[in-house]
């Protein structure tokens, strides 16, 4: 037997494990971009048991930042001797009236960096004013926060930071209170979990009586999280289960939340889809307020508009799959995306797109 045969074979093992295991329709929901991407790729909810629906969440971080984020970030763009540090996807997200790709094609000053110190060694060695996009869960926020944390201790005058960082956990909160979603169990990001720990669940599970498994990101990984939430349910449980323990620690990691809380504190952030989620974010604390770009700039979050056929928020709420937007594939493409979650390498819509079509 090939590898490919093995592959092939395991993972129907577990679909039809799956399959003897769910005795009620079910809905699941995974919460994180990459599994997202690895459902997708691997056509894993086409195996899967017809009363067993899979519907993506507010996984994807570029997806999640709100339209007033990007505005800002534009208009940040626009100042003349600033430049933005932002990762990859970023740039090509529409705001209300352009992205910061078309800005740079205007004559702005836009690099990609691959790590947020990049922004950090930039500023050193440069006059311009320097503006990281600090955006992500806590999976890269613990990168922003060392690299907050190392502009102040070298004293750069041309450092700032504009935190458009989320946190997961009151997202989830914000997503169970949603009247137009309706899910029996969580899939949990791998990724994000490292860093906040199993331990960050078990309060949310507890009071919502909703059951979560973190998983990896290999099919078979993700295919055994399913299986633990199926089985979960249909034995009246809803408990935490970390079904990635060599990665994801009870307690997760203690050094890059130190990082985190040194230089953040829990703020109300907007979502894309979720709206103003109560302490949904990151601010600055005051030691290190003289870095936060919108105040140095003089420039107050905007309220933004999303594009009047995009609905990228209820995607992002798993209130529809991608190809009920009615520009799926028509209108919007990953050539011309008309919202995040096409642009985004992480996001649902670009998922569907490519592997599903
Ligand atoms: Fe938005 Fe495009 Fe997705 Fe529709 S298909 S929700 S327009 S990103």
Redesign the pocket.
Known sequence: MSRREEFVARTRALAEEIARASDRPVTLMEVCGTHAHQFARYGLAQILPEQVQLLSGPGCPVCVTSAGEIDAALMLARVPGVTIATFGDMVRVPGSDSTLAHERARGADVRVMFSPMEAVELAQGCGQQVVLLGVGFETTTPGVAVAVREAKRRGLRNFSIMSAAKRLMPALEALVAAEDVAVHGLLAPGHVSTIIGAAAYRAFVAEHSLPCVIAGFEPEQILRGVLALVRQLAEGRAEVENAYPGVVSEEGNLKALAAIDEVFEPADSQWRGLGLIPLGGLALREEYADLDALTRFGIEMPEGR??P???????LRGA?R??E?????R???PEH???????SSE????A??KYEG
């Open positions: 999303e594009h056929a995009c609905r990228c928020g209820e995607v529809i991608p190809p937007c009615g520009a799926f594939g209108a919007c493409t995306p008309l919202g995040p979650c096409m642009v996001g649902a819509c670009a569907a797109w």
